[in-house]
């Protein structure tokens, strides 16, 4: 079981246990988390499943890649360092605990 | 604002416009009836995905069977409309139970087209792909199979030969118009495709009609029009969908290839509302009827917001993407009715993408592995701005810088 904090726009915090290999996306839909919308399903096609990871976080995820990199050009919420699509984080033991924030708007 | 919404199909729309109505605190009764067994899921990776096997079934859902009894969400499964009885604004079911609603919506999606039964469309092995439940049946004759005829080179066909190529099977592609992706996209688009899945091994038939579907019992071929007879062992039919408008039309309602609403998704029963696949919008440009993901979360929002007590009127923003032997591309906009094409390519070819314009506006953009192309065609085509054709077709122009300029400043 893998925990991950979900900081909505409202402030309040969602916290919510995936397993290893899920993506930060489908936790987010399987547990009612507002505001991710992932068109795409995941695909990696959409950008709307965009969101700010807590910067103590970042290290620990596998770089953003040349794809994930161009789409994020496209969110809806203006892109920062900490920017990425939640369907291209997957899971594992190291992220337990994980700290994400959901913007405020995927278009 | 009504006390009971009841939502006539289980799939995009639905799942989207019910936790619509709850995240915008609609308390009222929410139903959703529909006829499949699963709980509402997504359909693309039924030719991609998850028909290679790359994807589970739960992966495809939704939202969970919790999100929904959480959310007092009362999702009948298994269990189909029909018959409407406006008169008394009830919706009959199969069984004869009837279910009252304040605001009734039909999102019951369409259906893919099948090959005629005088054609050979009843011989065992002839398939179609529109639900899960035909995409693990497809899944189990892919592995038994040799060969494959895919009727049909639109974009659902491609993947189709694709995954059918990627599991060893040897595949053609018939296509009774001139060339493959005729309807949805331009000449060259439609040639990189051609050439990516002919280098697969796969062959393409353009411009040939199929004169009957030959085998007694199980399909073993196809006699095309010019005589030719190619042998397999299964055939998917992939000629298009059919917008499910039955229960609209025994109600009394304005159908049109889709059930006809005005640009807020009312129908011509100003309680019943329509959505996704099944809906036909009449707006100021024109009407037009759609069958993607983002088309049907966009007409779910829309209805939710009206349901609501607002006004908020439907305006089409066509996306829509596919995947093929592992090139990706992303399409925005439609490219029908195009006068004018530029094409921007890398050198090595890795990456294209197809500008379309019609009367100097841009319409559409094909993005191949390119999304960077996609979003600035996307920024370029809501915007409406006048676009540098020269720029465009120049490869090494940083399409970012365009696609930024159409950004509303932020004053500080
Ligand atoms: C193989 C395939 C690949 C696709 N790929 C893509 C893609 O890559 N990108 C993209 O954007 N779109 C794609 N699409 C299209 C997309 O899936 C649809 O546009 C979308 O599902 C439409 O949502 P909907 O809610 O209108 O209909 P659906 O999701 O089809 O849901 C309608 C539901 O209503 C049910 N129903 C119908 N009549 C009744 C009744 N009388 N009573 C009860 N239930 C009823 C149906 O059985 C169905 O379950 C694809 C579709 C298919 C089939
Ligand atoms: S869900 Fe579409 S890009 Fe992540």
Redesign the pocket.
Known sequence: MIQVHFTTQDGSVTSAVGTDGESVMEIARNNGVHGIVAECGGAAMCATCHVYVSPGWLARIPPVSEFEDELLEGTGAPRMENSRLGCQIKLNDTLDGLEVTVPASQY | MGRKVVI???????ATLAAKLRADGYDGGITV????NTLPYQ??P??KAYLLGKQAMAQLHLRPAAFYSQAQIDLRLG???IAIETGVRVVRLQGDEVIPYDHLVL????AARSWPAALGGTLEEVRT??TVSDADSLSLALRSAGSILVIGGGY?GLELASVARTLGLAVTVVEAQKRILNRVAGEDTARYFRTLHVAHGIRIVEGMGIRRLLGGGRVEGAELENGEVIACDLVIVGIGAIP?TA?AVAAGLEVDDGVVTDEFCRTSDPVIWAA???ARVRTSAGSIRL??????IDQAETVAANIMGGERAYRPRPW???EQHGVRMQIAGLSAGHDETVLRRTSDGSRSSCWYFRKDNLIAVDAINDAQAFLAGRRLIDSGMDVDRAAIGNPSFDLRNLAKATLPEISS
Do not use: H, K, Y
């Open positions: 006539v199909g289980a799939g995009q729309v639905s009836l529909g006829d499949e359909r693309p039924l030719s269990c189909r409309a999102a019951t999606g369409s792909l529109r659902v499910s229960l996704g696949d099944c069958e993607s993901v983002g088309n049907a829509f993407w596919t």
